[in-house]
Nanobody
Framework: QVQLVESGGGLVQPGGSLRLSCAAS????????MGWYLQIPGKPRELVAT?????????ADSVKGRFAISMVRENAKYMVYLQMNNLKPEDTAVYYC??????????WGQGTQVTVSL
């Protein structure tokens, strides 16, 4: 199993920046891809950004040029970051860290709230 713990959410004004962090532990050697998803109440969870084991990245169109995903691999854990710049009110959501293993087995963090407002 993979355990994921997110941090870094909060309240920020439009145009501001936040950096989300996700610590992955457990069976990290089996992880093929990690990513960030967001969810707005009443709507399905949607992809924000992913990064694969060879550092290939993918972004939702709505965040391209504003968000950047990165990953640091250590012996006992992985750290995945989401740098969010030029934040907009429509970025307000709960952000979840995801780890995907073989056979599309997903692990999720507990989520961290990001609120963009004056």
């Amino acid at each position: 199993q993979v355990q994921l713990v997110e941090s870094g959410g909060g309240l920020v004004q439009p145009g501001g920046s936040l950096r989300l962090s996700c610590a992955a532990s457990g069976s990290i050697a089996s992880i093929l891809r990690m990513g960030w998803y967001l969810q707005i109440p009443g709507k399905p969870r949607e992809l924000v950004a992913t990064i694969t084991s060879d550092d290939t990245t993918n972004y939702a169109d709505s965040v391209k040029g504003r968000f950047a995903i990165s990953m640091v691999r250590e012996n006992a854990k992985y750290m995945v970051y989401l740098q969010m710049n030029n934040l907009k009110p429509e970025d307000t959501a709960v952000y979840y860290c995801n780890a995907r293993r073989r056979f599309a087995v997903d692990s999720w963090g507990q989520g961290t709230q990001v609120t963009v407002s004056l």
